[in-house]
């Protein structure tokens, strides 16, 4: 399967890199929370990229996930894994029933709709204080355990966040190459056409968007797992507009685009702590310049740029070799 | 219970009005060049700032202060567009929204940087002495924020409708190439929307500072609530911003006293969802047809 090609490449560097790695800060700690916002991104990037539907709102559905967990584990004693579940129906309830009337906006009202929903649902996270815990967030979140095998290290985090990731972005590429993949681009180029063509875009688009809801709320839950601790600032606004940079930056409709997104978004701020006080000052400079310069995203930005080189060399080289041609006629 | 309403349509119309200026602003950009300007915000928060940096460091009266306040802001309107959104052009609505999310945490980096995270007052204009209307009571400082912003809407309205380069600014965002076939110089008309629409800023931002305070990040909820203004009336229909603004501090003002302080945002945005759900292009909108 020529799709699945990249896959097995990144299966393998994930593998590899803490086996050389082990306990390097980068790898299994930066390392642990940019998988995390791959699977976020990725998610983000199949509505987006492919079904053409912005929505700056995605961090609501991963604060929902995250608090279900969270609240279900400690203020009723329940089990992690039902606690996920209990997580995914409640998402799934809200992201049906707001789907078919959001998603019939378009352009800036779909954006201003979702990125209403994102607030909505942070404010409620702040303001409902007896289940939440207010600003002050919840901590003493219990850790996952699989058949006795507990995650309580931050290696073992790694390998169950990144395994996470590589199921997502199996299923994401799956998804892509499928009928339903065909759809979502379809609807993406236009959704007269697609109409024309037979496609039911209200349930194409509903689908990907409980879809995408339901994977940030899984990645919510293993996030509150992991932390131990969660509180509104992780779901706000600004983390939204992080997710659609992610998938911007690395570059619209493509899933390892919105992986290297993932990461770049993840890392910088950790590399530019040494600039201290210029640090958001820098951020915002780089976020800008890479877009105006890069608008297509750096994946596929560097893809062209790439193919431009090969291509110019390759049309040198065969100048040269017909002027070398032309000589020896003459 | 009436004059408890009182109080609150009285606030409603002050912060309202704020919105409305705010929500102007993007009316203004997005008509000129299709972009949503997310460091909105940002013009209101270094109008405010800078005021506040020149008057108490420089020792300038408060009236000069604003003045070379806003004529900075313009001056950043101005570079936004010429830096940062020109040569982007024809990117895609999202690349030039992440843009604008960029110009805006930059400036807010400058303003961390040169303020720190502070939170600073502003004097009033004319004295503190509370006006009485029935049992509400009113500040001069409220007075100042409706007139001014009236005045500054009526501005923005003949300047659209009764100058050459007002028009000339519409028929730019009616039709570029048509616009630049007639000889106008669309590129300058970028600018003067720019510039317009961080004066629009800036101005609202000195004018509530005494009321509200600023801080280096006062800006960001102020440029969503006038994006949400903005939105609510119609996107693009400067008179909808001004209503959509009036609109949405009216509701929250209203929302705060009789429900809750603390949802009074989230009451905001759902009735905001709710208009959009039933009216998908806004109070004052025109229906849309997707073309094929």
């Known amino acids: 399967m020529s799709y699945l090609r990249g896959f097995y490449l990144l299966t393998i560097t994930a593998a590899v890199l803490p086996l050389i790695f082990p306990d390097n800060y980068y790898v299994t700690v930066v390392g642990v929370t940019a998988a995390l916002h791959a699977i976020l991104a990725v998610s983000l990037n199949l509505l987006m990229g492919y079904a053409g539907q912005i929505s700056l709102g995605h961090a609501g559905f991963f604060g929902i996930g995250a608090y279900a967990s969270a609240i279900l584990t400690t203020r009723y004693g329940w089990n992690p894994w039902p606690a996920i579940l209990a997580g995914l129906g409640l998402t799934a309830v809200v992201a049906f029933t707001l789907a078919r009337p959001i998603l019939r906006l378009k352009g800036h009202y779909l954006a201003m709709a979702t990125l209403g929903l994102g607030i909505i649902i942070n404010i409620v996270l702040v303001q409902a204080g007896k289940f939440t815990g207010g600003p002050d967030g919840l901590g003493g979140i219990p850790s996952l355990s699989l058949f006795g095998w507990s995650v309580d290290s931050d290696l073992r985090w790694y390998i169950v966040i990144v395994s996470v990731l590589l199921v997502v972005v199996w299923l994401a590429l799956n998804i892509i190459n499928s009928r339903s993949g065909r759809a979502l681009r379809a609807l993406h180029g236009s959704e007269v056409a697609a109409e024309m063509m037979g496609i039911n875009t209200t349930a194409t688009k509903t689908g990907v968007f409980v879809l995408a809801a339901l994977i940030a709320s899984l990645a919510g839950s293993l996030f509150a797992y992991q932390q131990a601790f969660v509180s509104p600032d992780s779901f706000s606004f600004f983390f939204s507009i992080e997710l659609v940079t992610m998938v911007v930056l690395g570059g619209m409709a493509s899933t390892y685009g919105a992986i290297i997104g993932a990461i770049i978004l993840t890392f910088l701020p950790e590399l530019l702590v040494v600039f201290e006080d210029y640090e958001v000052m820098i951020f915002g400079a780089i976020l800008m310049l890479m877009m105006i310069f890069l608008p297509q995203g750096l994946f596929v930005g560097l893809q062209h740029l790439l193919r431009r080189l090969t291509r110019d060399r390759r049309t040198a080289i065969d100048a040269a070799e017909a002027g070398e041609s032309g000589r020896g006629a003459a | ?109 400058v303003a961390l940087l040169l303020w720190g995270k502070d939170i600073f007052g502003m004097p009033h204009f004319s004295g503190e002495e509370p006006i009485k209307i029935g049992e509400a009571t009113l500040l001069p400082q409220n007075l100042w924020v409706m007139g001014g912003a009236s005045v500054l809407v009526l501005g923005v309205h003949y300047f659209f409708n009764h100058t050459t380069n007002g028009k000339a600014v519409l028929a730019c965002s009616c039709n570029r190439t048509a616009a630049q076939l007639v000889g106008i110089n669309v590129s300058r008309m970028m600018l003067i929307a720019y510039g317009l629409s961080a004066l629009l800023g800036s101005l609202a931002g000195i004018l509530v500072a005494p009321i509200t305070f600023t801080s280096y990040d006062a800006g960001v909820m102020l440029g969503l609530k006038g994006f949400s203004a903005a939105i609510l009336g119609g996107f693009g229909n400067p008179m909808g911003a001004v209503a959509g603004g009036l609109l949405l501090g009216l509701i929250e003002s209203l929302a705060a006293g009789l429900i809750s302080s603390g949802y009074k945002d989230a009451i905001g945005f759902v009735i905001l969802l709710l208009v959009l759900f039933f009216k998908p292009s806004g109070l004052f909108g025109k229906a849309s047809a997707e073309r094929v």
């Open chain 2, 1 to 109: 219970m009436f004059d408890q309403i009182l109080q609150f349509v009285l606030t409603g119309v002050t912060v309202g009005a704020t919105y409305a200026l705010v929500a102007l602003g993007f009316a203004i950009i997005y008509n000129a060049s299709d972009v949503v300007n997310f460091s909105q915000g940002e013009f209101v928060m270094l109008g405010a700032m800078g005021s506040i940096a020149f008057s108490a460091g420089n020792g300038l009266p408060l009236w000069l202060a604003a003045i070379c306040a806003v004529l900075l802001v313009i001056c950043v309107g101005m570079a936004l567009q010429r830096f940062a959104i020109a040569p982007a052009r024809g990117a895609s609505v999202v690349t030039t929204i992440i843009i604008t999310i960029g110009a805006s945490i930059f400036l807010r980096g």
